[in-house]
T-cell receptor, first 115, second 108 residues
Framework: EPEVTQTPSHQVTQMGQEVILRCVPISNHLYFYWYRQILGQKVEFLVSFYNNEISEKSEIFDDQFSVERPDGSNFTLKIRSTKLEDSAMYFC?????????????FGPGTRLTVL | GQNIDQPTEMTATEGAIVQINCTYQTSGFNGLFWYQQHAGEAPTFLSYNVLDGLEEKGRFSSFLSRSKGYSYLLLKELQMKDSASYLCAVRAPNDMRFGAGTRLTVKP
C-alpha cells in the first residue's frame, strides 16, 4: 500500500541552525501539507501546497519557514533559524485532490529537537 | 475565539460502545474530521462530515450538527486495539484546527 515517507525520523540541531525536513508524498497525490505537534499538545496546521505554490498557511507559518518541491518526488520544509520552541514532531501529509473532504494521508513524522 | 473542545480521557470496556464528543467554534467551517492517533504515531483518517447527520463506516460512525457546533464519534464493538487518541479537526479557510484529542483506554 502506498504511503507517505519522511526523513530523518529524528533530527537534533542547535538553536539558530537551519534544518530541512524531507517528505516523499504518495506518488499520484497532488496536494501536500505540513503539520507539527509539540509533545503532549495539539496537532497544528502549518501549510498546504499545490502546483508549486502555497495554497494556505496558518499564522504559525512565518518567515522562518519555507516549503519547496525541488523535484518530482520530494516535498521539504525548511526552518531557517531554529528556536527552542520549534522542537516538535513534524508531520507531512498528502491528498489526491483538494476537495475539502479529501482524506489526507500522514507520514510517520520527523521528531525535531532544538538544543 | 476559536475553540475545539473534547474530553481529555475516556475509558470503556472491550465489546462496548463509546461516544466521544466534540464541540467547536471556528471562523468558517468547511467540514469536520475525526482522526485516530496511536501513541508516537501519525494520525490516521477515520471520517469526514460536512452536512448534518450521521455517517457510518463499519464500527465507526460520526455525527454532525452545524447549528450546535457539535460532533461525536461513535465506536461500536470496542476492541483493545481501539485504545488511542481520537482527534476532532475542523477545516476552515487557511486552517485545519485540531482539538487536543481524547485518549481512549479500552479495558478487558
Amino acid at each position: 500500500e502506498p504511503e507517505v515517507t519522511q526523513t530523518p525520523s529524528h533530527q537534533v540541531t542547535q538553536m539558530g541552525q537551519e534544518v530541512i525536513l524531507r517528505c516523499v508524498p504518495i506518488s499520484n497525490h497532488l496536494y501536500f501539507y505540513w503539520y507539527r505537534q509539540i509533545l503532549g499538545q495539539k496537532v497544528e496546521f502549518l501549510v498546504s501546497f499545490y502546483n508549486n505554490e502555497i495554497s494556505e498557511k496558518s499564522e504559525i507559518f512565518d518567515d522562518q519557514f519555507s516549503v519547496e518541491r525541488p523535484d518530482g518526488s520530494n516535498f521539504t520544509l525548511k526552518i531557517r533559524s531554529t528556536k527552542l520552541e520549534d522542537s516538535a514532531m513534524y508531520f507531512c501529509a498528502s491528498s489526491e485532490d483538494s476537495q475539502q473532504s479529501a482524506e489526507q494521508f500522514f507520514g510517520p513524522g520527523t521528531r525535531l529537537t532544538v538544543l | 475565539g476559536q475553540n475545539i473542545d473534547q474530553p481529555t480521557e475516556m475509558t470503556a470496556t472491550e465489546g462496548a460502545i463509546v461516544q466521544i464528543n466534540c464541540t467547536y467554534q471556528t471562523s468558517g467551517f468547511n467540514g469536520l474530521f475525526w482522526y485516530q492517533q496511536h501513541a508516537g504515531e501519525a494520525p490516521t483518517f477515520l471520517s469526514y462530515n460536512v452536512l448534518d447527520g450521521l455517517e457510518e463506516k463499519g464500527r465507526f460512525s460520526s455525527f454532525l450538527s452545524r447549528s450546535k457546533g457539535y460532533s461525536y464519534l461513535l465506536l461500536k464493538e470496542l476492541q483493545m486495539k481501539d485504545s488511542a487518541s481520537y482527534l476532532c479537526a475542523v477545516r476552515a479557510p487557511n486552517d485545519m484546527r485540531f482539538g487536543a484529542g481524547t485518549r481512549l483506554t479500552v479495558k478487558p
